[in-house]
């Protein structure tokens, strides 16, 4: 079993910044990506950003290129996620997910809002 726990979401300004964590913990040497996703009221679930673990290769949803940096400490079993630049259309719960063979973990979200 793996968990993850989501944190440094909040209320931020237009054109801010905010930097979401997630610390994974128990199975954790069987996960070999990790991932950010978001969900928009009455929207469907999407993908932000991922990365590989074990040699930190990653990729962006075109929304996310240029703003966000996802990266990694595997010393700290924690993925980040830079986000820089945001606007309104930002607003979500941000979730982490960890990928294994056979089985993906969730995260419980951490809201994040664009606001003035």
């Known amino acids: 079993q793996v968990q993850l726990v989501e944190s440094g979401g909040g209320l931020v300004q237009p054109g801010g910044s905010l930097r979401l964590s997630c610390a994974a913990s128990?199975?954790?040497?069987?996960?070999?990506?990790m991932a950010w996703y978001r969900q928009a009221p009455e929207k469907q679930r999407e993908l932000v950003a991922i990365i590989t673990i074990r040699d930190g290769h990653t990729n962006y949803a075109d929304s996310a290129k240029g703003r966000f940096t996802i990266s990694r400490d595997n010393t700290k079993n924690t993925v980040y996620l830079q986000m820089n630049s945001l606007t309104p259309e930002d607003t979500a719960v941000y979730y982490c997910k960890a990928f294994e063979l056979g089985h993906d973990y969730w995260g419980q979200g951490t809201q994040v809002t664009v606001s003035s």
């Open positions: 128990g199975s954790i040497l069987s996960i070999y990506t």
